[in-house]
Structure formats: structure tokens, C-alpha cells
């Protein structure tokens, strides 16, 4: 059982860790994500216009904590295992 646990942690923490970078390696998630879209008005200018857009992007501020706290049962799981021996 320990082992499955220990194995669960590693894998969450690396799945959390990639995802965080492919995400853009944010500091703090994103809820809403803006779109930014080129018009040109009636007299030919280009305007630059921002719309938002439901989404989700991981930042550091939840991937941190999430990947701190399985690799900290990592190390208390081997930890263990090392105390018995």
C-alpha cells in the first residue's frame, strides 16, 4: 500500500509539474482568458480590443502547493521505509 502511495505522489506531483510548465509557467492562475482581437473602425485605425474568455490556466500559486505536498509524503513515506530498516 505504501508503495502505491509513494508512486500516486511522484506521479501527481510530475503530472502538476507539466502541466504547470505547459501552461506558461504562470505565477498566479488564470480563471479568464483574454483574447485579444485587431479591428479597424470606420476611418481605417486599428484598434486592439480585449475580450475574456472562460478558461483555466494553472499558475504557480495552486501548482506549488499541490506538488509541496505530495513531494513532502514522498519523503515521509521513505522516510519511514528507511526507519525500519
Known sequence: MW?????SSLIVSIVAAIKWIADGALIFSLFKIPVVKEEIDAFGDKTQVTEWQDGFVLGLDIAGPVIF???????LIYKRKLSKN
Open 3 to 7: 508503495k502505491v502511495l509513494a508512486a
Open 69 to 75: 505536498f505530495f513531494l513532502i509524503v514522498l519523503f
